[in-house]
Structure formats: structure tokens, C-alpha cells
């Protein structure tokens, strides 16, 4: 079995900044891609941020310039630095990751199970 566990969710101001950390674990061979969705209050979930597993990066362009999308390789992790948050940004955060498992060629992809951020105004 893989997990994804998010953490690092909260509440915070405006202008603030929140740091997302989500850690795969378990039986995995490989990652490939991790990322970053949301999903705002009645609303569809979105793509926030990608990362490849040669550190290519792509934004959304709600976020361009105010997050950025990082991992770190040997602990399988992925983080999302969240700076001049705005109301707006207030959602549940997902992790996200394309994975392959021991001992399967196949790629699953894997969903966290949500980390709420709330930015007041």
C-alpha cells in the first residue's frame, strides 16, 4: 500500500504564508510527478502545482509568483511554500502523486486526504 499524508495546514491573514509538506510512504518503487491540488468551498478541485521527477515546475496563474513547489528526493516528500495568501486561496489542500509501486511496472496516481487552509481577510 502507498499513502500520502499532507500537514501544515491552518489558519491564517492575508498576506501571510503557510507551508504545505505531504510524505508518500509505503510500497513505492518509484514517483514520477507530485502535486498540489485545491478545492475551494463549493467549489471543483483545481491544480494548484506540479512537479516533475526532473524538477520541472508548472503554477496555475492564480498562484504564479506567490507559491512555489519543491521536493525533496530521499524523503519522498513534496512541499508548497504559500506566501501573500489572499482569502481566495482558502480551500483543502490535496497532495497528489504519480507512483510505482515495488515490484508493478504500472503508474497509479495517489491522493492525500486533505489539509484545510483558511486566510482570513
Known amino acids: 500500500q502507498v499513502q500520502l499524508v499532507e500537514s501544515g495546514g491552518g489558519l491564517v491573514q492575508a498576506g501571510g504564508s503557510l507551508r504545505l509538506s505531504c510524505v508518500a510512504s509505503g510500497s513505492i518503487g518509484r514517483i514520477n510527478a507530485m502535486g498540489w491540488y485545491r478545492q475551494p468551498p463549493g467549489k471543483q478541485r483545481e491544480l494548484v502545482a506540479t512537479?516533475?521527477?526532473?524538477?520541472?515546475?508548472y503554477y496555475a496563474d492564480s498562484v504564479k509568483g506567490r507559491f512555489a513547489i519543491s521536493r525533496d528526493y530521499a524523503r519522498n516528500t513534496v512541499y508548497l511554500q504559500m506566501n501573500g495568501l489572499k482569502p481566495e486561496d482558502t480551500a483543502v489542500y490535496y497532495c497528489n502523486a504519480d507512483i510505482v509501486r515495488i515490484g508493478n511496472r504500472q503508474n497509479y496516481n495517489f491522493w492525500g486526504q486533505g489539509t484545510q487552509v483558511t486566510v482570513s481577510s
Open positions: 512537479i516533475t521527477s526532473g524538477g520541472s515546475t
